[in-house]
């Protein structure tokens, strides 16, 4: 089945760039996502990229696509302690008319002052 | 209400006891997604509806969880006779079916199980 994976924990310094990474193995996605995660508080959805792009850049959030490698990639610019939240990568195919979506562990990011 | 809703936020349970979970989805939003979120797990899919029909119920880890949508809109999860491992974060997403913005889901803020 589908199995998307990545690390549990990333800590930066404020300032600095984060990348947070992420594998996944259904060849059939049709797009691949990022949704952040504040405590107490539901997903939001952050970002997302169709499979067949390799890059997509909105403001600090920088997401790169390998499709050979099922690999995905979120950078945030300029880290900020507000960033500090868990940050699920998922991706999705179409099922019976809709997108299913298959969501990862989560990567905790902690912001350092 | 502008997002979606989910209530209880907190419910602590006896094991055996059986507990109802709602969620509001967004007005108009015609699908809807149950998921299950577990201390240091992803989101587990647990169950999708179009409308008052479940066409993917794949996610369900027993008979003893059931839910069911009506008119459309309000979605209840019901767990029977609830057991430790039941204890999670039950959330609750709705979207759009087709067109340019049915990849999004919007999550509620979700529900905390915990079975005693």
């Known amino acids: 089945g589908e199995d998307v994976e990545q690390s549990l924990f990333l800590s930066v310094r404020e300032g600095d760039s984060s990348v947070i990474n992420c594998t996944y193995t259904?060849?059939?996605?049709?797009?691949l996502y990022w949704y952040k995660q504040e405590p107490g508080a539901g997903l939001q959805l952050l970002t997302y990229?169709?499979?067949?792009?390799d890059m997509k850049q909105d403001q600090r959030l920088t997401v790169l696509l390998n499709k050979k490698d099922k690999h995905l990639s979120l950078r945030i610019a300029d880290t900020q302690t507000g960033d500090s939240a868990i940050y699920f990568c998922?991706?999705?195919?179409?099922?019976?008319?809709?997108?299913?979506?298959?969501f990862g562990t989560g990567t905790k990011l902690q912001v350092i002052p | 209400g502008a997002g979606v809703s989910q209530s209880p936020s907190n419910k602590v349970t006896e094991k055996g006891k059986d507990v109802e979970l709602r969620c509001d989805p967004i007005?108009?939003?015609?699908?809807l997604y149950w998921y299950r979120q577990s201390l240091g797990q992803g989101l587990e899919f647990l169950i999708y509806?179009?409308?008052?029909?479940?066409?993917?119920k794949s996610g369900l880890p027993s008979d003893r969880f059931s839910a069911e949508r009506t008119g459309g809109s309000v979605s209840t999860l019901t767990i029977q006779r609830t057991q430790q491992e039941d204890s999670a974060v039950y959330l609750c997403?709705?979207?759009?079916?087709?067109?340019?913005?049915?990849?999004?889901?919007?999550f509620g803020p979700g529900t905390r199980l915990t079975v005693l």
């Open positions: 509806f179009q409308g008052n029909s479940a066409p993917d």
């Open positions: 259904d060849s059939s996605s049709t797009y």
């Open positions: 990229i169709f499979s067949n792009m």
């Open positions: 998922a991706e999705s195919r179409e099922s019976g008319g809709y997108q299913k979506v298959t």
């Open positions: 997403a709705s979207s759009l079916k087709g067109g340019k913005r049915s990849y999004e889901q919007f």
């Open positions: 007005s108009g939003h015609t699908a």
